[in-house]
């Protein structure tokens, strides 16, 4: 496995039902904490909603992965927003959807269809990509070795991200 797809940038989707406004945010995450910092400022900026309910999925496997139905009924809403995820066969990204409670019961088979909904939309609305798995390396060497570093670097094709030159060489 060489690469994975994820989504370029966030985006957003709605589904409406009987009066229930369901808005979803899908949002490219690296890790939990980074997940955590993007539910807690959704959960500020619309502290008015009703639920804040969620599935994500990180790694190139997507083997890291939680879903919340956030008080609705059991299963029917984390894991149909998960389920969205899985169906785009995307990883790094994280769905939340909240809901603005219109007065009338949906049901299981209706809160699900409404959460499945809004997240596939919020999916509609983004671009998808094809990331590439990269590994980080700090290489540390003798000035004398430079030509022949920098020969393994434009060999390989590697990018360098930061260079320190002091006693050194990194």
């Known amino acids: 496995m060489n690469s994975f797809k994820t989504i370029k940038a966030?985006?957003?989707?709605?589904?409406?039902?009987?009066?229930s406004k369901f808005i979803a945010f899908a949002i490219p995450i690296n890790s939990e904490i980074q997940f955590k910092e993007e539910l807690s400022?959704?959960?500020?900026?619309?502290?008015?909603?009703?639920?804040?309910?969620?599935?994500?999925?990180i790694?190139?496997?997507?083997?890291?992965?939680?879903?919340?139905?956030?008080?609705?009924?059991?299963?029917?809403?984390?894991k149909p927003i998960y389920g969205q995820l899985r169906s785009f066969e995307i990883?790094?990204?994280?769905?939340?959807?909240?809901r603005y409670y219109?007065?009338?019961?949906?049901?299981?088979?209706?809160?699900?269809?409404a959460y499945r909904e809004a997240a596939k939309d919020a999916l509609n609305n983004a671009l998808i990509i094809?990331?590439?798995?990269?590994?980080?390396?700090?290489?540390?060497f003798k000035y004398e070795s430079m030509n022949a570093i920098m020969g393994l670097v434009k060999s390989f094709e590697l990018e360098i991200v930061e260079q320190d030159f002091q006693l050194d060489c990194v």
């Open 130 to 140: 094809e990331q590439e798995i990269t590994e980080s390396l700090t290489i540390k």
């Open 102 to 113: 219109g007065g009338v019961n949906l049901g299981v088979g209706g809160l699900i269809t």
């Open 41 to 57: 400022s959704i959960k500020k900026e619309y502290r008015d909603a009703g639920h804040h309910c969620y599935g994500f999925s």
């Open 10 to 19: 966030s985006s957003e989707g709605i589904y409406k039902e009987k009066g």
């Open 91 to 98: 990883t790094n990204v994280s769905i939340i959807v909240i």
């Open 59 to 78: 790694g190139p496997e997507g083997k890291i992965y939680r879903y919340s139905d956030d008080g609705e009924p059991n299963n029917s809403a984390g």
